[in-house]
């Protein structure tokens, strides 16, 4: 019931399909393909209790749920296509306490989006491209094209012109409300002629929304006869990276990483974003001897922003996009030869002392997902335990 699909085709049915769908059930799904292109979502089947789509329904989002465009709302009768205006499509079941059906079965797969423009919120600049394909349909020259700093100066080539935008200088706008960080600037296209202007200025503008758990990214065109719409999801590019000692000079670039029994290891979490008005807390450490499964056979170091292991700690950072903590690999290393370890990560604007970076030990089910916050899950390894210290541990 719901998940994340990022494939570039799949399938959606309610849960039990072609079976009868559970009562009192509410999945979501999100679709999420490559940038620039598109979701082409088609029903093929739909059979619900049709009743003014009260209680059974379909819901059909262009991008995340809560901040989006409904595209529609069915529960029975023919089966329509839904193409959304970003790599991302939101779908919502829910079924209601009396009657149950069929359900849905829906088919999904990605479009190629139009590449007049593009944008992406890369982890340090946004990328917005402008074809000159377009810019000469539209009777103007790459010459032509400036951002709203124009000390900022674009890479002309053959068929684009490419500004690499900062999200902190060359005229980026930074807003706040209560769920997002907008990141704003705009390309301008200036028509010639100094007494006659035959051409409207072509405005780009250009945003990258933060909102809880992905960004979103906005391009349109404004002040001409032609609107274009660029939207592109993505999410935040986070590493963790272990250390020879608690200075964090040394990176260790071994992997395996061979380590010994009551070794301390030093971890160091780092958020890619030129935004210093950012913070990362490490919400979860978990140590398991598989890479694909932390939940059947597995040691919590840190849960929840609560310690389950006496030997963590962490330590100062000079920025607050890092993170650095340490712990001790007896507990979990003796029992495995090999292990991995899954972090889970929190981004938070910096100073926001009602989000999660700031409440420290606390329990899932009393998050305060109002603030503006993402989580992101990192997995590194493998640790393994020194030859020598496994024969002496199977001679003991």
Not at 196 to 214: A, D, E, F, W, Y
Request: hydrophobic fraction near 30%.
């Amino acid at each position: 019931c719901g998940g994340l699909f990022s494939n570039s085709s799949g399938m959606l049915q309610s849960p039990f399909y072609p079976g009868s769908y559970p009562n009192n059930a509410d999945c979501m799904w999100e679709i999420q393909v490559e940038n620039n292109f598109r979701v082409m979502l088609t029903f093929r089947d739909i059979a619900m209790q049709s009743h003014r789509c009260r209680y059974d329904y379909v819901e059909v989002y262009d991008g995340p749920p809560h901040s989006s465009p409904l595209l529609g709302r069915l529960c029975s009768g023919s089966f329509p296509t839904y193409i959304s205006s970003s790599n991302m499509m939101t779908v919502r079941f829910h079924s209601g306490s009396r009657y149950t059906f069929r359900g849905f079965q829906a088919h999904y797969s990605s479009i190629p989006a139009d590449h007049n423009t593009t944008l992406l919120c890369l982890p340090d600049y946004m990328h917005a491209v402008v074809s000159r394909d377009y810019l000469q349909s539209q009777g103007y020259s790459a010459q032509m094209v400036t951002l709203n700093d124009s000390h900022c100066k674009p890479r002309v080539t053959s068929r684009e012109v490419i500004f690499n935008i900062p999200y902190n200088s060359c005229g980026t706008i930074r807003e706040e409300n209560n769920d997002t960080i907008n990141y704003s600037n705009m390309i301008k296209v200036t028509s010639s002629g100094y007494i006659i202007r035959r051409k409207k200025n072509i405005h780009l503008h250009i945003s990258c929304k933060m909102l809880q758990n992905t960004w979103m990214q906005i391009m349109y065109v404004a002040e001409d006869t032609i609107d274009v719409n660029e939207i592109q999801y993505g999410r935040y590019d986070m590493n963790i990276t272990f250390y020879h000692s608690s200075s964090f000079l040394r990176q260790v670039h071994d992997s395996p990483y061979y380590i010994d029994l009551n070794q301390d290891l030093y971890l160091q979490a780092y958020l890619h974003s030129s935004d210093p008005n950012l913070i990362v807390f490490v919400d979860t450490c978990v140590a398991s001897p598989d890479r694909h499964d932390f939940n059947t056979l597995a040691y919590d170091i840190i849960k929840d922003g609560c310690v389950r292991d006496s030997s963590y700690a962490t330590y100062y950072s000079p920025y607050s996009h890092l993170a650095r903590f340490k712990f001790n690999a007896f507990e979990f290393i003796r029992r495995h030869t090999l292990v991995y370890l899954q972090c889970e990560l929190v981004v938070c604007r910096l100073g926001d002392y009602s989000s999660r970076c700031y409440r420290g030990c606390i329990n899932r089910s009393k998050r305060d997902t109002s603030s503006v916050e993402e989580e992101a899950k990192v997995v590194v390894g493998p640790l393994q335990l020194r030859e020598g210290d496994a024969q002496s541990r199977n001679t003991g």
